[in-house]
């Protein structure tokens, strides 16, 4: 069964990558976008005290993001549907992440669909204590860089 759901995960992870025609980003820049925590926050969570970062980012933020990836990287997100993207935090807020601009990029649904499961879980296990924030934040990055690890990372991180 877990070699059916990753072979079902590469063919969605595929058949996502072949409708970015270079005109979105499938991850996010490391030079514009190389992530960060939440550096400080009256807020804390799980067993590590992680600090965490309430949503906070305004419209006016986003579409300086994406102008940023449009005119710098050569996207076309502004011809796209909007609808279709959201700024995504490249270190999720639930492991620890932060608003900060360095931490923000326009996100395809097609990537995001693929990518928030793997999210989901890594919160899902550092609630348990099963994992510590900095090996859920390694996982992320490598998953974020390389979309096509996410089935793989997800199936390692399920059978945590």
Known sequence: MKAFSTFLGVLVLLSNLALADDRF????????????????????RYKENINYC??????????????MYDEELGFEIRQMNRQDFKI?????????????KDNLWPQHKTVFEVTDPLEQELSNKIVAGLISQSEAVRIIREAKLNLGRVPELLDYVRGL
Not at 54 to 66: C, D
């Open 88 to 100: 995504d935090h490249f270190i999720p807020l639930s492991i620890g992440g932060s608003n900060a």
């Open 54 to 67: 309430e949503r906070n980012v305004n419209t006016s933020e986003k579409n300086q993001i994406i102008k």
């Open 25 to 44: 980003p499938v991850g996010p820049d490391p030079q514009r976008t190389p992530g960060s925590l939440c550096a400080s926050s009256a807020k804390k």
